[in-house]
């Protein structure tokens, strides 16, 4: 059974409008989630991350939202560039474990000029 | 230069080879892991190694080994490789810390390597 869900495989945006990807878990033990960014050809690449001991963490253009209560998770990209353009995973990591990242199926993020 | 860096980027091999692929990273971490990615299935972890030698499996071993040379060297070994192991195989590494009661992990990954069975 999946942990980590990310139910949208592919998201569209214009450029310089908002891009939100979502992410859901059910372990409610995890307790510091991140997102990774994808380009082809490339590794994932950190990109911002958030401790469930805060609702909202923020990195100039991006943002990550924490909503315990409904195990949900979303990443607001303002304003989105060509550049975004990119596979986006969300990770999840359970305090008090080996340490181990838990990753959603990745939401393909496509901005158009 | 690359601070994860993974050879080789890409390998066409025939079922029933042995194979295997190398890690080296230069970040000093002491963890290590190797991720495989398919289409649609995001990314599932193989086995991890806290130290040179602490090695355990993930989600997905079989078919799969690993040694772990040095501190900074992982490599993943296909013993008899099968049509299925066709996939983007990632290293990674990272440190691990403590803080206030949450625990942090921003793994750093290698630029993956595409093997391909036949």
């Known amino acids: 059974d999946q942990q980590v869900k990310q139910n949208s495989p592919s998201l569209s945006v214009q450029e310089g409008r908002i891009s939100i990807l979502n992410c859901d878990y059910t372990n409610s033990m995890f307790d510091y989630f991140l997102w990774y960014k994808k380009y082809p050809a490339e590794g994932p690449t950190f990109l911002i991350s958030i401790s469930s001991i805060k609702d909202k963490n923020e990195d100039g253009r991006f943002t990550v939202f924490l909503n315990k209560s409904a195990k949900h998770l979303s990443l607001h990209i303002v304003p989105s560039q060509p550049g975004d353009s990119a596979v986006y995973f969300c990770a999840a990591l359970k305090g008090g474990s080996q340490g181990n990242l838990i990753f959603g199926k990745g939401t393909k993020l496509s901005v158009k000029p | 230069d690359a601070d994860v860096t993974q050879t080789p980027r890409n390998r066409i091999t025939k079922t029933g080879k042995r194979i295997m692929l190398e890690c080296s990273q230069t970040k000093g971490h002491d963890r290590m892991y190797w991720y495989r990615q398919d289409p649609g299935l995001g990314l599932r972890l193989i086995y991890y190694s806290f130290d040179v030698k602490d090695i355990n499996k993930g989600e997905i071993s079989d078919g799969y080994s690993v040694s772990r040379q040095a501190q900074a060297k992982f490599s993943l070994s296909l013993e008899s490789a099968i049509p299925n192991q066709t996939a983007l195989y990632f290293c990674?590494?990272?440190?691990?810390?403590?803080?206030?009661?949450?625990?942090?992990?921003?793994?750093?990954f290698g630029p993956g390597t595409r093997l391909t069975v036949l």
């Open positions: 990674a590494t990272s440190d691990f810390e403590t803080s206030g009661g949450s625990s942090y992990n921003e793994q750093f």
